[in-house]
């Protein structure tokens, strides 16, 4: 019984989580690049490049601790599973 309420609590987490795709990171390393480029002849614009950088770098380290989260989840699965 304690299995099903840990896989359903694993499902309806998993199920609230929101990734962000391949493409939607591009767009903002990409904004913040043209951004820092054009900062170098607009000086206030490096501000708004450094905050676009500091998004995207929460991005990827959000997604490697969800991908790392699941990793230990299956693991303990398995374990717990017998094989």
Same mark, same amino acid.
């Given at each position: 019984?304690?299995?099903?309420?840990?896989?359903?609590?694993?499902?309806?987490?998993?199920?609230?989580? #929101?990734?962000?795709?391949?493409?939607?990171?591009?767009?903002?390393?990409?904004?913040?690049?043209?951004?820092?480029?054009?900062?170098?002849?607009?000086?206030?614009?490096?501000?708004?490049?450094?905050?676009?950088?500091?998004?995207?770098?929460?991005?990827?380290?959000?997604?490697? #601790?969800?991908?790392?989260?699941?990793?230990?989840? #299956?693991?303990?699965?398995?374990?717990?599973?017998?094989?």
């Amino acid at each position: 019984m304690s299995v099903n309420s840990r896989q359903s609590r694993r499902i309806s987490s998993l199920l609230g989580q #929101r990734r962000v795709s391949g493409v939607a990171m591009m767009a903002i390393l990409s904004a913040a690049f043209v951004c820092g480029l054009v900062g170098f002849f607009i000086r206030g614009l490096w501000v708004v490049s450094v905050i676009v950088l500091a998004m995207g770098l929460g991005y990827v380290v959000a997604d490697a #601790r969800r991908d790392q989260r699941e990793i230990l989840d #299956r693991r303990s699965d398995d374990i717990e599973s017998g094989g």
